[in-house]
């Protein structure tokens, strides 16, 4: 029976490219979304992948929409941790706000949707946990204090449950893109794209989707047993950590 995955997210973006690469590899997907029902329902026609929509910064949505994964699937293997937004300001103008929709969103969206899966794993004695942090998570960014925050606290996070999790069979990693060519980022200026971001990335081009989704099938596989605890930078050099 093919191992269930679950993409928070997972309707645009990278978390599209990443429920569509686990679809390709056998796994039975489910995504998660929170409000853009036009394209959830898209991305299901397209893919054929289930879609359920909750808000990852609800404990209790996260239980009971985690509830109907595993109730329409089976128990939850593979958890990929995509869902994030932006609320950026400079400091002296941020909002407390703009501060906590990203944080709640951000950060306390991965306590949130790994809590309740994760007396499954340990009991089954198999999972894998795969949170999408930032660039910006391990370098910071100015305008952003509350996302580089919350992005840094989802790497903190993955070094503290690979460790509980290493003996139950359970690894926990992290991957860090850099500027990847998402609809959003495509979006930018071409101005300011060619002379103020891709001068910074040293082989010179954007990221895609699909490479961070490639980051992630390889870790939520069997291959992947004996790395846990690991940050994955994909960043086209930019940071070099």
Not at 3 to 31: D, E, M, N, P, Q
Not at 82 to 93: L, P, S, V
Not at 115 to 144: C, E, L, Y
Not at 181 to 202: N, Y
Request: include cysteine.
């Amino acid at each position: 029976m093919a191992r269930v995955a679950v993409v928070t997210g997972g309707t645009r973006g990278i978390g599209a490219s990443i429920a569509k690469a686990l679809k390709g590899a056998g796994y039975a997907v489910a995504v998660n979304y929170a409000g853009n029902e036009e394209a959830a329902n898209a991305f299901r026609d397209e893919t054929g992948i289930a879609v359920y929509k909750w808000d990852v910064g609800s404990y209790e949505a996260c239980k009971s929409g985690l509830a109907a994964v595993e109730a329409d699937l089976g128990p939850v293997d593979i958890l990929v941790n995509n869902a994030g937004i932006t609320r950026d300001a400079m400091f002296h103008k941020m909002t407390p706000d703009q501060w906590n929709a990203v944080i709640n969103t951000n950060l306390n969206g991965l306590f949130n949707m790994t809590h309740p899966v994760w007396t499954g794993m340990r009991d089954r004695k198999f999972g894998r946990i795969i949170n999408i942090s930032s660039i910006n998570g391990q370098k910071g960014q100015a305008g952003q204090a509350n996302y580089s925050a919350a992005k840094a606290g989802d790497i903190g996070f993955t070094k503290a449950l690979a460790q509980e999790g290493a003996r139950a069979g359970i690894t926990v990693n992290v991957v860090c893109p850099g500027y990847i060519g998402t609809e959003m980022v495509r979006a930018i200026d071409e101005k300011v794209l060619a002379e103020r971001i891709l001068p910074l990335i040293p082989v010179g081009r954007l990221g895609e989707p699909e490479e961070i989704a490639r980051c992630v099938l390889f870790l939520a596989s069997d291959e992947a047993g004996f790395i846990t605890g690991a940050t994955l930078s994909a960043n086209g050099g930019q940071y070099l950590a």
